[in-house]
T-cell receptor, first 115, second 115 residues
Framework: DAGITQSPRYKITETGRQVTLMCHQTWSHSYMFWYRQDLGHGLRLIYYSAAADITDKGEVPDGYVVSRSKTENFPLTLESATRSQTSVYFC??????????????FGEGSRLTVL | DAKTTQPPSMDCAEGRAANLPCNHSTISGNEYVYWYRQIHSQGPQYIIHGLKNNETNEMASLIITEDRKSSTLILPHATLRDTAVYYCIVRVGSVNTGTASKLTFGTGTRLQVTL
């Protein structure tokens, strides 16, 4: 199915473990983003990518690693998870081209709990 | 990007128009106003955006004041399904530039539509 999908949708892990959240989009959008949303807060940008092999830091990048070897995938890795990284993570993508609507398309989110 | 100010919460009776205000007094001439909403636990959903002129689509209308320092999102006939957090965001409108592609989400307005 076309769209943007995240996996896993729910994950429980322990402090110090490595966790990777996957994001896959079928539109061939150039831009992809990772946001986190904590209870009672808005979305905060972690990392974004303008194209394959091009990534840049957002507002809260510490403790996270991203890669973009293929246009359609943008995995987010927590190399050593901490309790403060318990959050809901949203992946998003955006098309680019002559007409830039600026519209972001979001996935359904990945709820991560770090014990 | 310019900061925005929104009321934390609003109520609206079903069938009535919901008018959600947003102040963006420091908006620059090349910054667009975007509105997104997030229905409980789901990824944010794009609603509408505009630069200077009022805009309307199948979901809502966007009214931007002449000095562009504030705007109002109008849901003409609110339903229970419109209960959500609504985010007003300003962003530089540009094509294919990294920093201009980010959206900064605040805490939004929680709209509760009631019977």
């Amino acid at each position: 199915d076309a769209g943007i999908t995240q996996s896993p949708r729910y994950k429980i892990t322990e402090t110090g473990r490595q966790v990777t959240l996957m994001c896959h989009q079928t539109w061939s959008h150039s831009y992809m983003f990772w946001y986190r949303q904590d209870l009672g807060h808005g979305l905060r940008l972690i990392y974004y990518s303008a194209a394959a092999d091009i990534t840049d830091k957002g507002e809260v990048p510490d403790g996270y690693v991203v890669s973009r070897s293929k246009t359609e995938n943008f995995p987010l890795t927590l190399e050593s998870a901490t309790r403060s990284q318990t959050s809901v993570y949203f992946c998003a993508s955006r098309e680019t081209g002559h007409v830039d609507t600026g519209e972001l398309f979001f996935g359904e989110g990945s709820r991560l709990t770090v014990l | 990007d310019a900061k925005t100010t929104q009321p934390p919460s609003m109520d609206c009776a079903e069938g009535r128009a919901a008018n959600l205000p947003c102040n963006h007094s420091t908006i620059s001439g090349n910054e667009y106003v975007y509105w997104y909403r997030q229905i409980h636990s789901q990824g944010p959903q794009y609603i509408i955006h505009g630069l200077k002129n009022n805009e309307t689509n199948e979901m809502a209308s966007l009214i931007i004041t002449e000095d562009r320092k504030s705007s109002t999102l109008i849901l003409p006939h609110a339903t229970l399904r419109d209960t959500a957090v609504y985010y007003c965001i300003v962003r530089v409108g540009s094509v294919n530039t990294g920093t201009a592609s980010k959206l900064t989400f605040g805490t939004g307005t929680r709209l509760q539509v009631t019977l």
